[in-house]
């Protein structure tokens, strides 16, 4: 039973019908040759395996912001948040948590705490991993106030090949830490705006678990540090 549950994850809704059409098409591909068949498989149990949506355990901690993917933290820099959530337009850091096509895809909530906003805007689609990605891909933000009245942006944002970003929640609704806010299709990215003063306890490169992983503690006390750095 822990071998399957380590292999075997459950699968989100939202990929039911993307794992059929890939098994449908696998079985006109044997209907052609064995071979495709079989890439047809492989194929198959990719889409899968890119839908699955395991459990995650939230810290037992309100003090802090976890990661909202999985992947790796591809930038940390200073940024204005996006214009369409009406913040003041002061820069933030940004933690930016790049997800390839073969990471888990479904967006967990970094904090508890009410959504105050909700923000599509339609955009292009460059690789998700490029700075230019923020400003200009296909992105869905929200704002989530906190219980201490400090505002955390979240944006999804669309990559190369990710054609449609999903948000479950709607302005108003409350959200848990790690809950599941959303989802993007085939590869994209994640940023968060950290509150002013909060600074990053991560870095670039470092493997993201959405949901568990802590990228700043909201109680550190500040330094000159460059978040960069």
């Given at each position: 039973m822990n071998m399957m549950s380590t292999f075997v994850?459950?699968?989100?809704?939202?990929?039911?019908?993307?794992?059929?059409?890939?098994?449908?098409?696998?079985?006109?591909?044997?209907?052609?040759?064995d071979v495709l068949g079989w890439i047809g498989v492989g194929l198959t149990v990719w889409c899968y395996y890119f839908f699955r949506d395991p459990e995650r355990v939230a810290p037992a901690r309100d003090d802090v912001i976890v990661s909202p993917a999985?992947?790796?933290?591809?930038?940390?820099?200073?940024?204005?948040?996006?214009?369409?959530?009406?913040?003041?337009?002061?820069?933030?850091?940004?933690?930016?948590?790049?997800?390839?096509?073969?990471?888990?895809?479904?967006n967990r909530a970094p904090v508890a705490g009410e959504v105050t906003a909700i923000a599509y805007r339609p955009g292009k689609f460059f690789n998700a991993s490029l700075d230019k990605a923020s400003a200009?891909?296909?992105?869905?933000?929200?704002?989530?106030?906190?219980?201490?009245?400090?505002?955390?942006a979240v944006?999804?944002?669309?990559?190369?090949?990710?054609?449609?970003?999903?948000c479950f929640v709607n302005r108003g609704d409350r959200v848990d830490m790690s809950?599941?806010?959303?989802?993007?299709?085939?590869?994209?990215r994640l940023d968060v705006y950290l509150p002013e003063g909060i600074e990053p306890?991560?870095?670039?490169?470092?493997?993201?678990?959405?949901?568990?992983?802590?990228?700043?503690?909201?109680?550190?006390?500040?330094?000159?540090?460059?978040?960069n750095t």
């Open positions: 994850k459950p699968m989100h809704p939202e990929g039911r019908k993307f794992v059929a059409i890939f098994a449908a098409i696998t079985l006109a591909l044997f209907l052609i040759e999985d992947g790796i933290v591809s930038l940390i820099e200073p940024a204005v948040p996006p214009a369409e959530l009406g913040l003041p337009d002061t820069p933030l850091t940004r933690v930016s948590v790049f997800m390839s096509v073969f990471n888990c895809h479904v200009d891909n296909e992105r869905n933000s929200l704002v989530i106030r906190m219980a201490n009245q400090q505002d955390l944006v999804q944002i669309a990559g190369l090949v990710a054609r449609r970003i999903v809950q599941r806010f959303g989802l993007i299709r085939f590869g994209s306890q991560v870095r670039v490169g470092q493997t993201m678990v959405a949901g568990e992983t802590v990228i700043a503690n909201l109680d550190a006390p500040k330094t000159d540090h460059d978040a």
